[in-house]
């Protein structure tokens, strides 16, 4: 971290920056407020992150603390500890604001205002984030670490965090439902006791991602998991090329992350009210706008991204040399599926074309949603998405659409993915 920060709305700002990285400036909502009784106004949080069923809220604190970390004594340490006991205090102020529905509508980072209803939000989690403004100049082995970084308080689990832990942390677990997964896997591990001896945030990072078998094991079965430290560093320098590699593979599903974003642009917009007039519409008005649509895709964590980016990127290297490629995933648990489509010339055409064989595929499938994702053709310079989603629709030419379906589906693409293609399970 660079010297010049030295204040705490510095601080926010720079976690700001990762959230927005992390989930989009469409879910980041920073200092909410609300209208206190007497009139006035309050801040509820730092920053807020509602997701589904999830609110992570965040509370951010500095201190200024020069002083080597083998030369602090129990005072300065004190001192530290006083600064998260603040933070963890102000997330009373959340509590309240939720019990008493006072927010009412909230205004992300990127200026959308959305209604907020507590009662959407079965999850609260608070996240604190403590910067030690001197202490980034020591080697990290060196720097403060919290013994106790979580405590279940005003309702909430509660997990503590150094700012540059938090930055490392985002450089691994870059998506929102990945990130909600981590913090409440080791919410429940520390919660029932089987972690032995305590870890840090950073040590567990590294073994939930080399070894989730044990992890799955211990939660499963109760088993209490002795774990030793310096873990993220063997991470790092052993799983090195894994690491690599991983990020490697990783690159196609960034153009999911492209298509999120892109769709919140285009909050509003529906391209599909002249295709429907033709083609005809669903019984029931359950259309998915742009929004709602963008909301489900940021649902995907980096690995089903990744998988569903390769597959779209395959349909726009056929689309080079063919009319049209496209390809179904579903995801037969839930009856979800994604459809992605590449098509060149005239983009009306293309969303006649993806309106037709998203609905094709939710009557034959007997789904419960689908979202469908069009855009042109690979080497394009300048690139479109069109998005068309289906939840709880009915048709009433629903027979039809099967019969048709039936030319144009075989057996849905179902790929088996691992995050790293080496053996992890030697660490």
């Known amino acids: 971290m660079d010297n010049h920060i030295r204040s705490g709305g510095d601080v926010e700002d720079l976690v700001e920056v990762i959230c927005n990285k992390m989930f989009f400036s469409d ?73 008493n529905d006072w927010l009412g509508v909230i205004q992300t980072v990127r200026g959308f205002e959305i209604p907020f209803n507590t009662s959407d939000y079965e999850h609260v989690i608070g996240i604190v984030i403590i910067d030690i403004i001197g202490e980034e100049k020591f080697p990290r082995k060196e720097r403060t670490e919290f013994l106790r970084d979580y405590i279940s308080k005003y309702g909430m689990p509660i997990h503590v965090m150094m700012r540059d832990d938090f930055e490392l942390l985002a450089t691994e677990i870059d998506t929102l439902p990945d990130f909600v997964k981590f913090l409440s896997t080791r919410e429940e591990m520390i919660r029932r006791g089987l972690l032995k001896p305590p870890i840090s945030l950073i040590d567990f990072l590294a073994f939930y991602k080399t070894r989730p078998d044990l992890i799955e094991k211990s939660l499963n079965e109760g088993i209490c998991l002795h774990l030793g430290d310096a873990m993220w560093e063997e991470y790092q320098e052993k799983f090195s090329s894994d690491i690599q590699q991983r990020n490697q593979l990783n690159r196609p599903s960034y153009i999911i992350d492209e298509i999120i974003d892109f769709l919140y642009s285009s909050s509003g917009y529906n391209a599909f009210d002249h295709v429907a007039e033709e083609l005809g519409s669903p019984k029931l008005d359950d259309v998915m706008g742009y929004l709602t649509s963008a909301r489900e895709i940021a649902s995907l964590d980096r690995l089903q991204r990744r998988v ?120």
């Open 308 to 427: 569903l980016g390769k597959r779209f990127l395959d349909c726009m290297r056929k689309a080079e040399s063919k009319d049209f490629s496209y390809s179904l995933m579903v995801d037969q648990k839930l009856s979800h599926a994604y459809l992605v489509l590449s098509m060149g010339g005239d983009r009306e055409n293309r969303q006649y074309r993806l309106h037709h064989l998203c609905c094709m595929a939710y009557c034959l499938r007997d789904l419960n949603q689908i979202i469908g994702i069009a855009t042109e053709p690979l080497s394009v310079t300048h690139r479109s998405f069109d998005v068309y989603g289906l939840n709880g629709a009915e048709f009433e030419n629903k027979d039809e659409l099967i019969e048709q379906a039936k030319k144009y589906f075989g057996k849905p693409y179902q790929p088996i993915e691992t995050e790293y293609q080496g053996n992890m399970d030697d660490t």
């Open 27 to 99: 879910f980041v909502v920073r200092n909410p407020k609300y209208i206190k009784s007497s009139g006035s106004e309050k801040e509820a949080a730092d920053l807020l992150v509602p997701f589904k069923d999830y609110l992570l809220v965040f509370q951010v604190k500095t201190k200024i603390d020069l002083t080597p970390p083998n030369e602090k004594v129990d005072l300065d340490f004190q001192r530290i500890s006083d600064t998260a006991e603040k933070a963890i205090k102000q997330l009373k102020t959340i509590r309240r604001a939720l019990d």
